[in-house]
Each structure stands twice: as structure tokens, then as C-alpha cells.
């Protein structure tokens, strides 16, 4: 091949490189390892790790590890969705941008919004560009945080607002709850303000928030925040809209959430699934972030068709004017998303939500019954929720549990032991027994 | 004659109109437990309207759908600057070992040992290849690699009292991404035009960079696939004015093993991992875009670094790091698509790695020549200079004699079973057809590229028409994009007249 084109040496192709910049040697990195060395190699590694299927975990807090029903794990390996690029030409990637047209309608069934986007990186990403578009959409520059937010969500919303000159008010309320009057009492400040001197673009928050707890039915407060023209941004655990009023049905404007939870493996952090969807508005489908599937037809006929709509927004045309720099997005998780909703399908959904609703009552009834346990600390709650073991420390009850097999949830920052556990539709009736017969052993 | 290919082409219903009320795939498992109830003004009023299939319906459904689809495991897919090269299957069997792929990130550091060793390990090699300091893995793709790298600059700038900063230099050539973070980073872009030859303009350089800059944004190689000579002549005045050199890692796959980095005199990298590391593109993702930076920028690195005690043995999250930006995904960033890196890396080794750049260098270059010979294309820029992965063609002859345009040939080679190449973009070659075929495609693979758009060339001198009217054998003819973006139909739900 190289004689071909007129060189005789490798090398050759790479003489535009000044000499002092080209490495003569290869880097110093071991290798090439044959598939079964590599294969050990990594088996080594993975073996440094508890095995999780050894496990009982009550990790949640945005992100769980749920059943993956077999047909979704045999379906989400199809090499023809895994290994194609963003469906640019719409003719030869029918099959995914269809798929991601699914992912976007059914995922609008459950949060009764009527646009959902093609997916960002995560929920906190989501959280980040959801402020951004508020700001946007209002020209104003402050946007109030409320209730309980997890810390790593709110870290990332102050990296994407920040640099631009955006100010995050954090209002984190009081057991679990929205600090209702204080929230109503700035929006009728505002509503005393004349438009242009109005600060606030908008309120977010989270339902269940990251306690776990079920605020004070929202209507009100997003009323008060519509009455001056701010927006309303709610963070959602997908699984819980099986049972729980959708964020549609009080008149959300924009939906965040973790996608995840939908049929997708917690990968030790990523790839997750970033949800951002919004009500339908000419003006505001064109401010929102990432990739958005259409539905059309052929030009030559009436056969349905599905394309990348609305690309005038994103980076590759608008540059720096685009409404954001996201380009890579995490299709692939949406497509497992779109096929495990599939899968659950209307009841299923409903008897899932259900079943984790349940779960956590139980497992928190069961807690509270244990002398010096407080569960749940606060209330009223879905899936998770906070537990105060009472005297013990973190440390001790990390190290007995996971002696036992059971990751106690997350430690929660504060004073004394308090954790957030979340239940996931892994947990067997005894799988719940053993932690709470555990935890009794543990702190009496 | 190159074979056509005919794509399969189902009538696919959506999957909410098809099925009957009453329908299952999944059933959710039920304990015998008391009935939680849910507070009377939370509770759902009608249920989502989900569709009610069965589970073999479904998954003919989706099996069905990925037949209409094209992937790397299907056909070529020379897309410049996106790097489509295979994604070898034992990174995907490694990858979803239970340890890896069911662990929550929260676990305890005790706990995911051998998790957090990988993410340790990434940052190394990482390290090893570029020359840098420090890696974080943190960002969930190549854009979001650039802002953290804005916001190291932004961090770096003012922890020096360097306030005036204020400005991003970025060549005309460049991705969109780029002005794109550098703007969302609160960065005023300013856009450097490129010379005859495609190079960075080292007299707009040179008259561009002042006390207000804060940093020059390049892709080397470039976005035409040339290097740039001049890179530590360029390093050394963008330097000289206090700002700071950053590389747009995404077309590394064109000098990884060859070149480092650090050598170049650039402060900040991205890496798009699931470009030059295998990890399989997703549909449009995951991707996964680690930053590396040179010694003096590791303490801005987002937080937490995977970091390893060696006193103890034992690897862990370091948080104890005050001058960080923070984060900029909600746990580790996609780790996923490092494992699959990682596994790319240690498979290839430091030999491997260089001999596949070469492969993809010369797999370019060949495909230039080739294409080069084809009546009504020329090779824009820098005659005579090899390239490095990727390259253009521009068919503007062609155009000007038939009026078949770049994009008429993007759709054009779709019929042959080969993705297109980008087109339209860079934006500073008119009708550019940027080709990529990465060292992944063999010689009768990159030959059939080649007779593909030979015929298609023929086929125009000989009959312009019948190109506008490919391509035929994909699952859709061409669609009514314009239409649609007038008026969205975005989900079902949304009524068509909303």
C-alpha cells in the first residue's frame, strides 16, 4: 500500500512532524496483551472489588442498581445501535433515531411533558443546562435551589452556572421539606418589582427530593413563580411517576431527572442518563440543550421517517452561539431506556413504582422498631429515605455491614449517623429481614 | 463495479401503536409486603400511557429496527473527525463484569477497589502517553473535556490575579464545540482566520494575543488532517503573552504514539476515549473526555482524582484538593467507556499503540492518492504534505459539471453500504468531504470506498439526475427535514397543531 501511493518508508507519511517532536521509541506502556492475558489482567482487577451480586446495596440518592430484565440485557448488546455514530444521515440510522423517537415519546407519557430530549450526560448535567435555559428564556441571572439537593448535583450546577456569571441561591429547608414560605414570600417580593428589575429566573427542585421525602403538594409556590414570569425546573425519579403525580400535572415547565433507573446499569457512575424535557413552546424548543429526534416523512412519499430536527441550535452550526456545547450524548442508555419502558408498559410501571413504594415503608417501619433508630427522619417518603442510626459511628456501621454483605446507603452530611437508604425491585422480602435483623444486632 | 448493499427496510410501527390492552413483557416482581400508600394529593390520576406488548414482540421490534441501522459492525464508516474505528468485543465483555458494570459509585472505597485502580490506572497511561501531569476522567465527553479545561484556565488566570482575561483564540477551522465552551465558560471567542495552506496564521496569532487572552484553542492535527510545523513556535508566542495552549485531543488517533503532547508545549488536552480508544460511539454516546494537564494546572483538575497509597496499599478518592473546579459530572464521569479504553490500551501496548496510529496515517494517505485520481476531485491545501488520519476532498469540479454537490454524494454512497464522510465541514473548504477510515479498515475495504465514489462520479457525468434521487436502498429515501423543522413533532403526546 505504501508503494502505491509513492513512499517506501512508514515514516515518510509522518516528515511533516518536526524531527525533535517525533518519539523514536513507542511510549512505555506494557503490552500488546493477548485477549486471554488482557482477560486476566482485568478479571485481577474486577476480583479487588466486591462482587455485587454478593451484595445487598441500599445506594441510591439519584442513581441505583435496578433488575435488568434478560431481553433488555440481550436486546442493549445489538451491534448496529452500539457501534453507530449520531444519526446524522437519517436514511441509513432509521432504526435508531425511531428507537430514540420511542425513548422521547414514551418517556413524555410518564412525565407528562410534551418534549423530552435526546439525552444528556447525567441528572446533575441536566440540572446545570436547566439553569442555563432558565436564565435564557428570562434574561435573569438568579435561580433558587430548594429543599434537599445532593451535594454532588449541586456542585455540578454551580460549575456550569457560575462561569457565566449566574447565581445559585441554596434555600435547603428544614426535615426534608421546601421552605414554602420563605420561597412564596421572595416571589411576592418580586411581584412588587416592576418586569425589568425582577431577579429570579426560577425555582428548582426535587420530587421525591434527596431524602426521599414528598413535599407539600407544589401547586401554589409554582403559581407564585409563574405570577412573575419565572420558570419552574423539577428533578424527578423517573420510577417514582408510576404512583406519583407527574411533574405535567402541576404545571412544570422544564423536567430533569436521572434516566438510569431505566433499565440501565450503574456502571460505577457512568454511563448514566441524563433526562431534560420541557412543555411545548416554539420559543423555548429552541433554547433547550442536546439532540431532539422528529418525527417526518419521506420526501417522495407518505412513509414515516425520523430525523435530527432543530440542529440550528446545537454547537456544530451555531458555535459559540449555541445553546450549548454538547455533542456526544449518552444515546445508547436512551435506547435501553426506550426499551424498558417498553417492556414494563403501563402496569408494569405502575406495579413497579408500587413495589418500591412498599419496600421502603416496610424496611423503614421495620428500622424505627429498633431501639435509638429513627426511620424514616423524615417524611412523607417514596423509595428512599433517612435513617439516624443514633450513637454509632459511620465508620462502625460501614465496616459490620459490608462484613455481613449490605452497603448501609450513603452517609449524609450533618451531625450524628444519619444515612439515606434507598430499596430497589433487587430486594427479596428477605433480603430486607437480614439488613434490619443486622442492624439490630449492631447497635444494641 | 462495487456491490451495492440493499439495508433492510421494515414497516416498523412505533412501538406505543402496536400490541393489545392487557399485554405484558416484563412483570415486576411483588414481595409479600403491606401496600404503602402514597399521600392522596401525590397520587398519579391515570396511569403513563405505556405500550402494552409482548416480550417477543418487542424484541422483534427492536431487533427489527437495528436492521435499519447502520454501525461500524455493519459497514464502513469513514466519518472525519469521529474516528469509527472497531470497538473490539472483549472490551465490551470486560467492561460488564459485575464488579465494573452493577457497582454504585458510592460503594465504599474498601468496597470498589479494583474500580477505583481502574480509573487510577486510566490516569496513568494517560499521563505516560501525552507527557502530562495530571488526568482527570471525569468528563462524560470531548465538549465537556474542553470546558473543564475553560475552567482551568478561568481557575489558573485568577488564582495569578490575572483578572483581564478575557478572551479564547480559536482557529476558523475548528470544531463547533470549541467557541461553544469556551462561551459557555464566560469566554469571548475570537476567531483566527487559517493561511492559504491551512496552518495557523502566525501574523493574525501574533497580532491577536495580548495581556486579555486567556488561552489558544487548537486541533492538531488540524481539522484538514495536517500537523502543524510550526506548534512549538506557536506554544512558544501564545506562551510568551501569558496565555495558555490547549489541544483539542479529537484527532489524536493521527499522531498518538508519535508525538506527545507535553513536547508540544501545550498546557491543557482533552481526549475523546471513544474516538482514539475503541470505546463504541453509542448512537451518538456515551463518550467519555479525560483532560491532561501540565504540572501547574494538576491542582485545578476537577475533584475527586482516583489516587493510590502506596503506604497502605490501597486506592481511593482524593477530595482534599481546595484549588479544583469542582465537578462537572455527577460521580466519575462515564467509566464504562475508561474500562474500554483502559483494555485498549494494555491490548495494544506502547508498540501497538504507535503501530496503530501508523495504520491509520497511512490508511488516510492511501485513500487520498486514490481519491485524488477519481475526474472532479481535488485535494484542497497543503499539496505535496502527507496527512495525518483523516483528510478532505473537495468535489468541486464535479459540482461545477453536473451540479452533483457533497451532500447529493453523502447520500449517494449510503446505497453502497458505506456511511458518509462528514460533510460541509471544515467550513473553510467549500464542498470539503472530510474522509476518516482509521486503521481499522483494510485495503479491499478502503478500495471499495474508493470505487464507490468513482461510480457515483461516473455516475453524475454520465446522469445527474439519477443522484438526486439516491440513495434507494437504505430503509428511507431521502426525508422531509425542512418541513419538520418548521413545524417539531417531537413525541407523540405533543399534539401536531400545539
Not at chain 1, 448488546?77 to 423517537?101: A, H, N
Not at chain 1, 457512568?270 to 419521506?298: C, F, H, N, V
Request: glycine content about 8%; charged content about 20%.
Amino acid at each position: 500500500m505504501l508503494k502505491d501511493i509513492g513512499y517506501s518508508d512508514i515514516l515518510e507519511l509522518f516528515s511533516d512532524i518536526p524531527e525533535e517532536l517525533l518519539l523514536k521509541d513507542p511510549v512505555d506502556i506494557p503490552g500488546p496483551y493477548s485477549e486471554q492475558h488482557l482477560t486476566r489482567l482485568f478479571q485481577s482487577i474486577a476480583a479487588k472489588s466486591r462482587n455485587t451480586s454478593n451484595m445487598v446495596s441500599f445506594l441510591g440518592g439519584g442513581i441505583r442498581q435496578m433488575y435488568i430484565p434478560a431481553a433488555i440485557e440481550d436486546l442493549m448488546r445489538r451491534g448496529e445501535f452500539v457501534t453507530s455514530y449520531t444519526p446524522y444521515q437519517p436514511e441509513i440510522s432509521q432504526g435508531l433515531l425511531q428507537m430514540l423517537y420511542e425513548y422521547q415519546s414514551m418517556l413524555a407519557e410518564i412525565l407528562a411533558m410534551d418534549v423530552v430530549n435526546a439525552s444528556m450526560y447525567d441528572w446533575a448535567t441536566a440540572l446545570g443546562e436547566a439553569v442555563l435555559v432558565m436564565s435564557r428564556l428570562t434574561r435573569r441571572q438568579k435561580i433558587i435551589l430548594a429543599g434537599p439537593i445532593a451535594p454532588n448535583r449541586l456542585a455540578v450546577a454551580r460549575s456550569y452556572a457560575e462561569a457565566s456569571g449566574h447565581e445559585l441561591v441554596v434555600m435547603p429547608g428544614t426535615n426534608g421539606q421546601l421552605p414554602v414560605s420563605e420561597l412564596m414570600e421572595i416571589f411576592q417580593q418580586e411581584k412588587g418589582k416592576k418586569k425589568s428589575q425582577r431577579e429570579y429566573a426560577g425555582l428548582y427542585f426535587e420530587v421525591p427530593s434527596y431524602y426521599g421525602t414528598l413535599p407539600d403538594y407544589p401547586q401554589p409556590l409554582i403559581d407564585a413563580v409563574h405570577g412573575v414570569d419565572a420558570l419552574v425546573t423539577v428533578g424527578v425519579d423517573p420510577i417514582s411517576l408510576g404512583v406519583i403525580a407527574p411533574p405535567g400535572d402541576y404545571d412544570a415547565d422544564f423536567v430533569v431527572g436521572e434516566g438510569q433507573l431505566l433499565g440501565n446499569a450503574p456502571a460505577t457512575g457512568g454511563p448514566l442518563l441524563g433526562i431534560m424535557a420541557s412543555k411545548y413552546d416554539r420559543k423555548w424548543i429552541r433554547q433547550i440543550p442536546g439532540r431532539l429526534i422528529g418525527a417526518t416523512t419521506e420526501l417522495e412519499s407518505q412513509e414515516a421517517g425520523y430525523c435530527i430536527t432543530l440542529q440550528t441550535r446545537e454547537q456544530h452550526i451555531r458555535r459559540e452561539k449555541a445553546t450549548s456545547n454538547i455533542c456526544t450524548n449518552e444515546s445508547i442508555t436512551a435506547v435501553n431506556a426506550a426499551i424498558y419502558m417498553a417492556a414494563l408498559g403501563k402496569q408494569g410501571l405502575v406495579e413497579l413504582s408500587q413495589s418500591l413504594a412498599d419496600r421502603a415503608q416496610y424496611l423503614a417501619t421495620q428500622l424505627d422498631q429498633i431501639d435509638g433508630i429513627s426511620a424514616p427522619l423524615y417524611g412523607p417518603i417514596y423509595a428512599e429515605f433517612v435513617v439516624d442510626f443514633g450513637s454509632i459511628t459511620h465508620e462502625e456501621l460501614e465496616t459490620i455491614c459490608l462484613e455481613r454483605g449490605f452497603v448501609p446507603g450513603t452517609k449524609i452530611d450533618g451531625s450524628g449517623c444519619q444515612r439515606l437508604l434507598a430499596v430497589t425491585d433487587l430486594h427479596s422480602k428477605s433480603d430486607l429481614d437480614a439488613f434490619v435483623a443486622t442492624i439490630r444486632e449492631v447497635v444494641s | 463495479m462495487v456491490e451495492k448493499r440493499q439495508q433492510a427496510h421494515w414497516q416498523e410501527k412505533l412501538i406505543m401503536d402496536k400490541g393489545r390492552p392487557g399485554r405484558r413483557a416484563h412483570i415486576p416482581d411483588q414481595l409479600d409486603i403491606p401496600h404503602a400508600s402514597i399521600p392522596t394529593t401525590w397520587q398519579r390520576q391515570q396511569p403513563a400511557a405505556l405500550p402494552e406488548v409482548s416480550e417477543l414482540e418487542l424484541v422483534r421490534h427492536v431487533v427489527r429496527l437495528s436492521q435499519m441501522n447502520h454501525g461500524v459492525d455493519v459497514g464502513p464508516y469513514p466519518l472525519g473527525s469521529c474516528t469509527m474505528k472497531y470497538n473490539p468485543k472483549v472490551n465490551e465483555r470486560i467492561a460488564r463484569f459485575d464488579a465494573f458494570a452493577m457497582m454504585h459509585p458510592d460503594t465504599p472505597d474498601i468496597a470498589q477497589q479494583g474500580n477505583i485502580e481502574v480509573l487510577y490506572r486510566l490516569q496513568e497511561v494517560l499521563k505516560t502517553i501525552t507527557g502530562f501531569g495530571g488526568v482527570t476522567v471525569q468528563p462524560a465527553a470531548g465538549a465537556q473535556g474542553e470546558y473543564v479545561g475553560m475552567l482551568i484556565s478561568r481557575a489558573y488566570h485568577a488564582d495569578r490575579g490575572d483578572h483581564q482575561r478575557t478572551k479564547v483564540l480559536i482557529p476558523d477551522s475548528a470544531h463547533g464545540t470549541n467557541p461553544a465552551s469556551a462561551a459557555m465558560a464566560g469566554y469571548k471567542v475570537v476567531e483566527l482566520p487559517s493561511t492559504e495552506n491551512g496552518y495557523v496564521d502566525l501574523e493574525a496569532l501574533a497580532a491577536a494575543l495580548d495581556d486579555t487572552v486567556a488561552a489558544f484553542m487548537i486541533t492538531n492535527p488540524n481539522t484538514l488532517g495536517i500537523f502543524e510545523p510550526q506548534i512549538k513556535e506557536i506554544s512558544k508566542m501564545v506562551h510568551d503573552a501569558g496565555a495558555l495552549m490547549y489541544l483539542d485531543g479529537a484527532n489524536f488517533n493521527g499522531v498518538v504514539g508519535m508525538v506527545r503532547s507535553a513536547d508540544m508545549d501545550f498546557d491543557i488536552q482533552h481526549f475523546n476515549l471513544h474516538k482514539t480508544f475503541s470505546g463504541p460511539h453509542g448512537g451518538g454516546g456515551p463518550g467519555c473526555g479525560p483532560v491532561g494537564v501540565a504540572d501547574h494546572l494538576v491542582d485545578f483538575l476537577p475533584t475527586p482524582l482516583a489516587a493510590y497509597d502506596p503506604d497502605k496499599d490501597l486506592y481511593y478518592f482524593d477530595y482534599d484538593r481546595p484549588k479544583s473546579i469542582g465537578r462537572v459530572h455527577g460521580y466519575h464521569g462515564n467509566f464504562g467507556i475508561a474500562i474500554r479504553a483502559l483494555a485498549y490500551i494494555y491490548r495494544n501496548g506502547g508498540i501497538g499503540l504507535r503501530k496503530m496510529c501508523q495504520a491509520a496515517v497511512l490508511n488516510a494517505n492511501y485513500l487520498m492518492e486514490k481519491v485524488k485520481q477519481i475526474k472532479g476531485y481535488v485535494v484542497p491545501k497543503a499539496t505535496g504534505i502527507p496527512r495525518k488520519h483523516e483528510f478532505i476532498a473537495s468535489p468541486v469540479p464535479l459540482m461545477n459539471d453536473t451540479g452533483v454537490t457533497a451532500g447529493d454524494i453523502a447520500k449517494a454512497i449510503l446505497d453502497y453500504g458505506i456511511h458518509s464522510p462528514t460533510v460541509y465541514f471544515p467550513l473553510i473548504i467549500k464542498e470539503a468531504l472530510l474522509i476518516e477510515p482509521t486503521e481499522a479498515e483494510n485495503r479491499d475495504s478502503l478500495d471499495d470506498i474508493v470505487d464507490a465514489l468513482r461510480e457515483i462520479a461516473e455516475q453524475a457525468y454520465a446522469d445527474a439526475d439519477s443522484i438526486h434521487a439516491m440513495p434507494k436502498l437504505t430503509s428511507r429515501g431521502r426525508l422531509d427535514e425542512y418541513e419538520l423543522a418548521k413545524n417539531p413533532v417531537l413525541s407523540q403526546r405533543q399534539s401536531p397543531d400545539s
